[in-house]
């Protein structure tokens, strides 16, 4: 089975949850083909962690020739909207996890009510009339067993009617709940008559104002799987503990070959912010830009930043799946986003903080075009022409008029290599009434021009340019990680001013690049040289400005790490 498979060939794949399938296949547990799912609520937008989880059932099924399902766990009307459910859709195609069905728990509603029926008719469920406090009072602790409810011996006929009303909208919100009868007893808290239905009066995205009970996860879950011909229900550690209820509903109700639930170790990372709760305070709140912010780690986020679906695939294979719980630095993905990009986009040159430049012995009137290769690691993408003339912009940093020890740039009487043109040497400061350097007057070598083979002496260094006359204005975003520290994150006492690193959202305007990137595209990606890897903003790039997120710095922290 392992080679029909090709899970042999494939050893970064290979897991303990591959292996329990493969067991499963082998011993004809299922008679029908596997299927797995990802059943997000649509309540917020999907992030890496959600990525994470989306690739572990998505990769079992297509390894296994199944079904890869996405359903909606849309049962709580008062946190659900349309907005999120196109979202993670969206997102989801543009992570090419393209699901074989899209699904919905809110079109089991009725089959879920009368599984619910059904446990009533066993004497398996009960109305219970305790209040939620009342409910976690009567459950116990850890350490000490449940209370039971006084209202748990109900006759089966008094049950029958009372969740019949319940389901008619004749009582109020919260007044009543569906519990299912277990073991108040269970070392297991989640076994001790746990709440099957509650009572909520709002309007449903999908369904409207016909349903006012909506059933909990706990048991709207292994129905939905059942119900959908789920093989194996793949979830976070945190739910191994729910197992045994997972596997209770489903033996009651007689379900066939019902689904398996199996957990893989929950998946952390630092220098972001994952928590549904948190997110929402920090978009809500106004203190990012929307749930596209590129500082966040939603799926919008990274896209928008300019993010690959292949770095991120890159990504969660280099991190694996493993039964516990495992923390990943943020700086893993911007490694493999500049493994993915380093032989994919073209190089250009952008100045950020432009210094006028005039070659004082470059005939007046004139350019020429000089041919630079679009990228060093793949001739493949070829070469573009760059035009070249008297006047030149500069990064104000590569002068220095005072130059420190080992500055191996442009300063006065020194001369260096423009990248892909000549040597040019600093004879002249101009300054302003402020003493501020506006301007240089440089002379060049014509016998120095890249690509001549003129060695006769060395230059200090090499440095980036932009001609002045066909260089194209931008702003640019520079992005740093969000928090200043981790730590802080859940830290009560400090305010989101106080968490949020000021330094994670820079605004360059009047920046320079070369007329190379006239009529890039939304989400278009470009080595800026010595500056990193950088996008075309979707959200503030108009027809008059381009506007270029930094993705991520040239320098690779992690793996140096």
Same mark, same amino acid.
């Given at each position: ?69 996405? *359903?909606?766990? +849309? ?18 195609? =543009? ?40 409910? &976690?009072?009567? &459950? ?5 067993? @449940? ?45 001790? $008559? ?11 995205? *999908?369904?409207?104002?016909? !349903? ?12 939905? +799987? ?14 191994? +503990? ?5 596997? !209770? ?16 170790? &929950? ?25 596209? $912010? ?99 912009? /500069?990064?104000?940093? $590569? ?65 980036? =340019? ?14 740093? &990680? ?13 305010? !989101? ?21 006239? @009529? ?8 800026? /040289? ?27 922290? !992690?793996?140096?790490?």
């Amino acid at each position: 089975m392992a080679e029909e498979n090709n899970i042999a060939k494939d050893p970064l794949a290979y897991n303990f949850l591959h292996l329990e399938v493969e067991r499963d296949i082998e011993a004809g547990t299922f008679s029908r083909e596997i299927c797995t799912r990802f059943p997000p609520e649509p309540n917020g937008y999907l992030h890496l962690g959600s990525a994470y989880a989306i690739n572990i059932s998505y990769t079992i099924a297509k390894k296994f020739g199944g079904t890869f399902n996405l *359903r909606f766990d +849309d049962t709580n009307p008062l946190k659900e909207k349309e907005e999120y459910a196109q979202a993670i859709i969206d997102d989801m195609y =543009w992570l090419k996890f393209v699901p074989d069905r899209i699904l919905y728990g809110s079109d089991y509603f009725e089959k879920t009510y009368e599984y619910a029926i059904q446990l009533i008719k066993k004497g398996k469920a009960y109305v219970c009339d305790l209040t939620p406090e009342e409910i &976690r009072k009567y &459950r116990g602790t850890l350490t000490e067993p @449940g209370k039971e409810s006084p209202y748990r011996n109900r006759s089966i006929e008094e049950n029958l009617d009372l969740f019949q009303r319940m389901k008619n909208g004749e009582f109020p919100a919260g007044s009543k709940v569906l519990r299912a009868k277990i073991d108040m007893a269970s070392p297991n808290i989640n076994m001790r $008559d746990p709440v099957m239905y509650r009572i909520i009066h709002a309007e449903h995205y *999908r369904r409207g104002n016909k !349903w006012c009970i909506y059933p909990m996860y706990d048991f709207a879950h292994p129905l939905q +799987d059942a119900i959908e011909g789920v093989t194996h229900s793949l979830c976070s550690i945190e739910f191994k +503990d729910h197992r045994p209820l997972y596997e !209770w509903f489903l033996e009651e109700l007689e379900i066939p070959e019902p689904p398996k639930q199996r957990e893989f170790g &929950r998946f952390n990372l630092t220098g972001v912010v994952t928590s549904k709760r948190y997110l929402k305070e920090l978009v809500y709140g106004n203190y990012v830009d929307g749930w596209d $912010d590129p500082r966040l780690p939603t799926i919008k986020g990274l896209r928008r930043r300019g993010y690959t679906p292949e770095s991120i695939h890159r990504f969660l294979g280099e991190i694996g799946i493993s039964k516990d719980q495992s923390t990943v630095d943020i700086s893993m993905l911007d490694h493999c986003l500049r493994e993915d990009l380093k032989e994919k986009v073209n190089t250009v040159m952008a100045v950020f903080h432009p210094l006028k430049v005039v070659i004082t012995n470059y005939p007046e009137g004139e350019e020429e075009l000089l041919e630079i290769e679009n990228n060093s690691l793949n001739p493949q993408l070829g070469t573009r022409m760059v035009p070249f003339g008297r006047e030149i912009f /500069i990064e104000r940093e $590569d002068f220095m008029e005072e130059p420190v020890k080992g500055f191996k740039r442009l300063s006065p009487g020194v001369e260096v290599r423009l990248k892909g043109a000549y040597f040019i040497k600093c004879n002249e400061v101009i300054k302003n009434e402020k003493g501020e350097i506006v301007e240089l007057h440089c002379t060049y070598d014509p016998q120095t021009k890249s690509g001549s083979g003129f060695n006769e002496r060395k230059p200090k260094g090499t440095i980036h =340019w932009v001609p002045a006359k066909q260089g194209i204005f931008v702003d640019i975003h520079l992005y740093d &990680r969000l928090l200043l520290d981790d730590d802080l994150l859940k830290d009560e006492t400090k305010t !989101w001013e106080e968490k949020i690193n000021p330094q994670s959202f820079i605004k360059l305007t009047n920046c320079v690049v070369e007329p190379a990137i006239k @009529g890039a595209n939304v989400e278009d990606k470009f080595q800026f /040289i010595r500056q990193g890897y950088f996008c075309v903003d979707s959200k503030y790039t108009t027809s008059e400005k381009l506007v270029f997120n930094r993705i991520v710095p040239l320098k690779d922290s !992690w793996k140096k790490k």
